[in-house]
């Protein structure tokens, strides 16, 4: 009896100690990255316009400086909200400045940072969709009246800059109390696109820059929407208050010949150089 | 002050007023009926429940003493507890069992005593079988020589036969027997079957509703009940209310409604005192009207056995009267609504003066002779 | 393939368990054996994740990590980092939302063993430590299994508050059930579905071991 108990019992010893010791490894672990040599990976907040565009910017700045980068995308809104609540990044890259401003108001990030590239939008629809590409939207205020619309997918206007300029250009065509019905919302604008693309939506009003990722062509067609339409999506990305120096290096190689090749590629506007 | 003495006293949730003791080698039984505490003292002494007062001492060992705040958990105990469900460990052999007991033994000992153990009770040859393997008198076997283990100072035991089957139990009586021999320790046995209280106890303690009745040796408690409470306790049937009433001429009656009855009457009892008695159904003749103490109407007739159990409702207060007569007596003629005479032979009354120091009913918390120092509630028989 | 969000899973599950292996054991007897006041509200408390949204507990657990509350700015000053958004947070988070997975099969297990076997133990001469080494956990440790087990499991495809108080930080809150999702929106469904098929596995392991173990050991029954 006593045995079994002491053996039972120095088993569990054991583990438990194996436990506490590994766990500083385990913080460290994940805490810190398969650090190189060198400096540990900056950490990157960004909008999910640049789903596609930022994982080759990142690979040239690796190649070029020999500093890693990890991402993480998703809606401003919602990017800027958990910096705000302490998420440890370096970097962020919003989609829309009005949200970098306000995290700098908030003294979460160093400011002024810089703008990158402008966004366009696209009206996205699947092979299949019973709608037509028709920037000027007449075919879409046609299928809202026969019928044809079933789902549509515009980005969360409520934290994601897509989201919000596609409802510009909803309400600027007038349809925009007609669709709503219709509407499905993603939690920031590649959920939408993947909406779209799903063939779950007839189509939606995405990025460009989604629209330009490759693979793309062989399951959709997507037609530029008049950048007059909606308000300005003015990218601009900041160090945040978290950030070390070499963070800063990563804001200036954006403004490089060789990123803003990619940034074009991907359909971005690009500010004049020096701007 | 060696064996053990308990005296428990609270007002609820389960009332108790008791104060005994067991000397060593002595079985004491404690019988009553559910409700009636006993369970409760039992566990009271094993340190498994906790009274709001009172005092536990073994072997001069002080247990539990409410007023100094003492109280040792039953692993601090030396007692030895047979549980009437068993509470075997199933995950370990009858031997895994007894040995969880032998805490106390250098480990290197402990295999060879608990197969000594095993063998006393006659299960040597089970040792490695778990319980659920084992039937119930097995069992309670393993469970005994579980309590025997730990070389207890009390040993006690919850309705340990309640559980198994007649012929079992009386085997196991036999092995308790043996085993008492052997052990110089109190015993305490807490059963509702006063028959088995009569085979094992020296001495018996009728229980009721937390205080004692009436203890002594089981035959004398059983013959001479000091109270109608006691008397109904050990299973008196016919008890009846009246006065006693003495001649000058030494002889002594009780004057039972309107009838009067010739007794022998104990020398104890004052005369025009109120007291019960009781008539066992057996003693019970009938006569003729004219030489009968008692007439009545024959209310029911049953057979139980070889057995006529006739209940009579007497003249004139109706008062219920039960008569046990060998079926090869019983006439035809006493059959419901027939009118009989009955009497009562005097050798077979048994008086009991009411309101005695045990008697129950007369109520009240604390009414029968408060405690004193040693806290002696019960009385004892003559 | 994402082998750091895999690694990332099947480390909170690891810890989980490790934690919760003997806060599950201490509660769950505490609750078997004993009744106290306020014993009802303490076990609806435990049930609670079991019905409430991840979403609900992943918003009271994101204020109360957040810079203004008080366990917020202990952990600052404690460790100089937001316990929001960082494995730590997620870590605490998880043992929270598998209380019930961790206590309830347990305090089961524990109720299942008849009070006068423990009495039996203590008037055996064992204490009350004792009686938990050598009666309960013998005789219930196929429960606690279960609790680890599916504490375990449920970590591993816990999402809605993992999403919310951890976000999708790669290599520090991003586990494997994050990256599925994040590879679904990032077009990627090779790689989603490849992680998908091999979470579905572990899951399907680990409760079919977990029962084939628990039946071996069950008591044999009387002939």
């Known amino acids: 009896m006593k045995g079994t108990l002491s053996r039972i019992l120095a088993i569990a010893q054991r583990w438990v100690a194996a436990a506490a010791a590994a766990m500083p490894a385990f913080f460290a672990a994940a805490g810190g990255a398969q650090a190189m040599a060198g400096a540990p990976p900056l950490r990157i907040a960004a909008a999910s316009d640049l789903q596609f565009a930022l994982p080759e910017i990142a ?42 401003q306000r995290l700098i108001a908030a003294g ?10 402008a966004g366009r939008l696209v009206l996205l629809l699947p092979k299949d969709s019973p709608l037509r590409l028709d920037p000027t939207l007449d075919d879409l205020r046609a299928a809202l009246g026969d019928g044809r619309l079933g789902r549509f997918a515009i980005a969360n206007p409520a934290h994601a800059p897509y989201g919000m300029r596609a409802r510009d250009v909803l309400r600027r065509a007038g349809l925009w109390e007609a669709i709503a019905p219709h509407l499905v919302y993603g939690e920031n604008v590649a959920q939408a696109a993947q909406f779209a693309l799903s063939g779950a939506a007839a189509g939606g009003i995405v990025a460009y820059s989604l629209a330009r990722a490759p693979g793309i062509d062989a399951r959709a067609r997507s037609v530029l929407l008049p950048a007059d339409r909606h308000r300005p999506l003015r990218q601009r990305a900041v160090l945040t208050a978290l950030a070390p120096p070499a963070a800063a290096r990563f804001l200036g190689f954006l403004a490089s010949p060789t990123a803003r090749r990619i940034l074009a590629r991907y359909g971005f506007t690009l500010p004049r150089e020096g701007s | 002050m060696s064996g053990l003495h308990v005296r428990l006293r609270q007002a609820g949730p389960i009332p108790l007023a008791v104060a005994f003791s067991a000397a060593p080698g002595e079985l004491v039984a404690l019988f009553g009926p559910s409700g009636s505490g006993k369970s409760t003292i039992l566990r009271a002494i094993a340190g498994l429940y906790r009274p709001r007062s009172g005092r536990i001492a073994v072997d001069g060992t002080v247990w539990f003493d409410a007023g100094r705040g003492r109280f040792l958990p039953p692993w601090q105990r030396r007692v030895g507890l047979v549980f009437q469900s068993y509470a075997l460990f199933p995950h370990l052999s009858a031997r895994g069992n007894v040995m969880a007991a032998l805490g106390h033994l250098p480990r290197a000992a402990r295999r060879a005593r608990a197969q000594e153990l095993l063998e006393q009770v006659h299960l040597a040859a089970l040792a490695e079988r778990r319980p659920a393997m084992l039937s119930g008198g097995e ?59 009569c085979l094992l106890a020296d001495r018996l303690c009728l229980l009721d509703r937390g205080r004692i009745l009436q203890e002594g040796p089981p035959a004398e408690v059983v013959a001479r009940p000091v109270s109608a409470a006691a008397a109904r306790a050990v299973g008196h049937r016919n008890i009846f209310s009246g006065r006693l009433v003495r001649d000058p001429g030494g002889g002594a009656g009780i004057a ?30 009938f006569t003729s009207a004219e030489a009968g103490d008692a007439t009545g109407t024959v209310i029911e007739r049953l057979r139980l056995g070889e057995t006529e159990i006739i209940r009579l409702a007497l003249d004139p207060d109706h008062a219920t009267l039960t008569v046990h007569l ?30 005695d120091a045990a008697g129950a009913d007369a109520g009240g918390d604390g009414g029968n002779g408060g405690a004193d120092e040693t806290g002696a509630w019960q009385a004892r028989s003559p | 393939m994402d082998w750091s969000a895999l690694l990332l899973s099947l480390k909170l599950g690891a810890l989980t368990v490790a934690f919760l292996l003997p806060l599950g054991i201490g509660i769950g007897r505490l609750l078997a054996t004993r009744d106290f006041p306020g014993k009802d509200l303490v076990e609806a408390l435990i049930a609670l ?25 202990l952990w600052q000053s404690l460790f100089g980092h937001p316990l929001a958004f960082s494995f730590e947070g997620l870590l605490f988070a998880s043992l929270l939302f598998n209380l019930p997975f961790a206590i309830q099969p347990i305090q089961r297990g524990f109720e299942a063993i008849a009070p006068d076997v423990r009495e039996a133990a203590a008037c055996c001469g064992l204490r009350p430590l004792a009686v938990l080494a050598r009666v309960d956990l013998p005789l219930a440790w196929p429960s606690v299994l279960t609790a680890m087990v599916l504490s375990f499991a449920h970590t591993l495809g816990e999402f809605g508050v993992v999403l919310m108080v951890g976000g999708n930080i790669p290599g520090e809150t991003r586990t494997i059930a994050i990256a599925i999702y994040d ?31 628990g039946r071996r050991l069950l008591p044999p029954r009387r002939p």
């Open chain 2, 256 to 285: 039972w409604c309107t009838r009067r009855l010739v007794v022998d009457a104990p020398p104890a009892i004052p005369d025009g005192a109120a007291v019960d008695w009781s008539i066992p159904p057996h003693a019970v003749e």
């Open chain 1, 59 to 100: 690979a040239a700045f690796k190649a070029e400086s020999g500093i890693a980068v990890r991402s993480s995308f998703g809606s401003s809104g919602n990017l800027m909200r958990q910096i705000m609540a302490g998420a440890p990044f370096d970097i962020f890259l919003s989609a829309d400045e009005a949200y970098a």
């Open chain 3, 49 to 73: 994740p079991l019905i409430l949204p991840p979403t609900v507990l992943g918003y009271y657990l994101l204020v109360a990590f957040g810079r203004a509350a008080p366990l917020g700015v």
């Open chain 3, 183 to 213: 590879r679904v929106q990032a077009f990627d469904n090779a790689a989603a579905g490849i992680m998908s098929a091999l979470l579905l596995a572990i899951a399907l392991l680990t409760i079919a071991l977990s029962f084939a173990l």
């Open chain 2, 139 to 197: 069992q309670q076997r393993v469970a005994l020589a579980r309590a025997l283990a730990r070389e207890p100072h009390v040993l006690l035991l919850d309705e340990p036969f309640s559980a198994v089957d007649r012929m079992t139990r009386e085997s196991l009586y036999r092995e308790l027997a043996q085993i008492r021999r052997r052990l110089a320790v109190p015993a305490i046995l807490v059963t509702h079957d006063l028959e088995e209280a």
């Open chain 2, 326 to 355: 060998p079926s090869s007596e019983a006439q035809e003629a006493l059959a419901p609504g027939a009118r009989v005479a009955c009497r009562f032979p005097a050798a077979a009354i048994h008086v009991m003066l009411q309101g």
């Open chain 1, 108 to 117: 979460d990030a160093r400011g002024p940072g810089l703008i990158y590239a």
